[in-house]
């Protein structure tokens, strides 16, 4: 009878992790790359979560954090979604902070035709910046960048209803997409981080990712799943290094989720 006793006890306090992590936590991952004169807030993948009022909890922290840039890298919707309106007030929101851009994830492009011109429309009605294979220049404390944002051939993540068989992304690909790199600093956002060799051999200096919702389960450091229901995805969450290039991967903020909290990343490069 104690042995049992225990066991609830130790599930009962499992749960309660669970559902204080899931429905509750919101950390701040803090990076550092170069420079570290130019501070930029990524978040990812926040599907159909809520933290606070139109995301209000998001928007203290990063205002509190006073980043040049904000990016956000897909996901931002469901592709279940029809009602963007808490949306548009959330990106209304970040832009006073800061410039806001964003792209479209592998959700956003699965929406319904008539839903996917509506959440374009109110990203563009927002003030928010959003990158389709185009790219925007800005100058920022004296330094000359060019953002890109990818949208790839959906084909990359899922066939029809199968997940094998997926297309991949070469550097010809990112010349098809978005046209050959420029000279310059050279900023990517990528929703899918699983072709970071052909973002680098492209040319892009620094590439912002998502998609992977950080392994959805994180064992010693290392996420466990991909959304591809693959085992140990290999850029899951953190800053990798890929030839000349830095990877940085949001582990996300929606989706379920274990030891593996809901983030805010501040990038200083």
Known sequence: MKKNNFLNSILFIFAGYVFYENKFMLKIRREFSGKNNLKIAHI???HKRKFGDNNSRICKIIQHENPDIIFITGDIVSRTETDFSGIKIFLENLKKIAPVY?????????LPKVFHSEFVETVENSGAVLLENNSVNLKIKKRNLHIYGLKEDYLVYKNGKSYRNLSVITKSDMN???????????????HNPFFAEAYSEWGA???????????ILRISGKGIFSPERKLFPEFSKGVYEIGKMKLCVSGGLGKLRL???PEI?????
């Open 205 to 215: 200096d620094y590439t912002f990712s998502g998609h992977v919702h950080g392994g």
């Open 44 to 46: 990812s993948d926040l």
């Open 102 to 110: 964003i792209i479209c994830g592998n959700h956003e492009q699965s």
């Open 265 to 269: 990343v501040i990038y200083r490069i």
């Open 176 to 190: 098809r997409y978005i046209g050959k790199c420029p000279d310059g600093e050279i900023l990517l956002l990528a």
């Open 259 to 261: 030891f593996n909290p």
